[in-house]
């Protein structure tokens, strides 16, 4: 598996979180459970996309630029989980902020695979492309499991 699979798999992940929590109602247990997995799935993600995808990214001029424009989206995403958890989960408030953040979360999907997937894949070798998908995933596994 090359980390393009990887980020995919978790991508698609997300996208289904995001689109479930937004047809929740209240302040359900459903509601709480799916923006709880989003959440974890998120940080987790962010993390370790960050680490085994965009550090080795920034460090070759093609990729840069990308790389940070993406890190900097995943601050954007980390303030809208913030907001959310700050407002009253029945609220009207909180089902508005839940759209801004899918609709944000969905560009920046499909920003990076359209947009930073293809050129990273000429900067990556396929050394590259599969040593990182392994420490991306074991990065993975070790933040939703602790």
């Not at 999907?109 to 990556?124: N, Q, R, S």
């Not at 070798?125 to 392994?134: F, N, P, R, V, Y």
């Amino acid at each position: 598996m090359t980390i393009f699979e990887a980020l995919r798999a978790d991508h698609d992940t997300q996208r289904t979180l995001v689109d479930l929590l937004t047809k929740t109602e209240g302040d359900s247990d459903g509601r709480n459970e799916l923006f709880g997995r989003l959440k974890r799935e998120l940080s987790a993600h962010a993390a370790a996309e960050e680490r085994y995808f965009y550090v080795p990214l920034m460090e070759v001029d093609l990729t840069q630029e990308s790389a940070r424009h993406s890190v900097a989206e995943h601050k954007e995403l980390d303030d809208f989980v913030e907001k959310l958890e700050s407002y009253d989960m029945g609220g009207s408030q909180w089902l508005q902020t839940a759209q801004e953040l899918s609709e944000r979360l969905l560009h920046h999907l499909d920003e990076e695979e359209t947009e930073v997937f293809p050129v990273a894949g000429k900067a990556l070798t396929d050394d590259q492309k599969d040593s990182l998908a392994d420490g991306y995933r074991a990065d993975m596994e070790r933040h939703k499991n602790s």
